[in-house]
């Protein structure tokens, strides 16, 4: 089953990462507020990034690194063309 890797806008204008394997059910769950408890007080949601992956585990690494991100990177993200998105990368500390 293939996993993914998700960014959501929420009401109030913050954006909320997260890794599924039902990316249309667990967006609805987000909406219906049995999602995450962030989500919860920040109904509606709106799906705007989501990537494949190859299996939970990469899928987990590559929410990790979105988390990383700053807020204008993740919304350069959720504006570019799906071929424009690059390949995530580890951070060198």
Not at 53 to 81: G, I
């Given at each position: ?29 987000h909406n219906d507020g049995k ?13 705007v990034f989501s990537r494949r ?41």
């Amino acid at each position: 089953m293939p996993w993914f890797v998700y960014i959501v806008r929420c009401r109030d204008g913050s954006l909320y990462t997260g890794a599924t394997n039902d990316l249309d059910k667990r967006v609805r769950a987000h909406n219906d507020g049995k999602g995450a408890r962030y989500t919860r007080a920040r109904r509606p949601v709106v799906l705007v990034f989501s990537r494949r992956a190859r299996d939970k585990s990469a899928a987990l690494r590559q929410e990790y690194r979105l988390k990383q991100l700053t807020r204008a990177e993740k919304l350069a993200l959720t504006s570019a063309s799906p071929r424009a998105v690059p390949r995530l990368k580890r951070r060198r500390a």
